[in-house]
């Protein structure tokens, strides 16, 4: 399976981004039942994860974007988005998805850059 992060790019501090994520080699069966998470590694810090939506459209946060990003999913198109609103500059970051179990190869991710 690949995973094709896209819609990075320069924001300035309280702008928006949506963040859309692809998977390629997997099935619409396969795809709806994996909890997707998304996930962000700034310079110097490990990979963390900022959230997650099940099968069920569950989701979880982590403390720091709660209430400014929104995750969700579109099954049919086996693509995870990732709403972020009200971004600073601790949001700068290599955004990545992937499923929660981390069966899946890591992508290049997308770069999101926060400055005024």
């Known amino acids: 399976v690949q995973l094709q992060a896209s819609g990075g790019g320069l924001v300035q501090p309280g702008g928006s981004l949506r963040l859309s994520c692809a998977a390629y080699?997997?099935?619409?069966?396969?795809?709806?039942?994996?909890?997707m998470g998304w996930y962000r590694q700034a310079p110097g810090n490990q990979r963390e994860l900022v959230a997650s939506i099940g099968d069920d459209g569950s989701t979880y946060y982590v403390d720091s974007v709660k209430g400014r990003f929104t995750i969700s999913r579109d099954d049919d198109k086996k693509t995870v988005y990732l709403q972020m609103n009200s971004v600073g500059p601790d949001d700068t970051a290599v955004y990545y998805c992937?499923?929660?179990?981390?069966?899946?190869?890591w992508g290049l991710g997308t770069l999101v850059t926060v400055s005024s």
């Open positions: 080699g997997t099935t619409f069966s396969e795809f709806r039942r994996k909890t």
């Open positions: 992937n499923n929660r179990a981390l069966e899946w190869a």
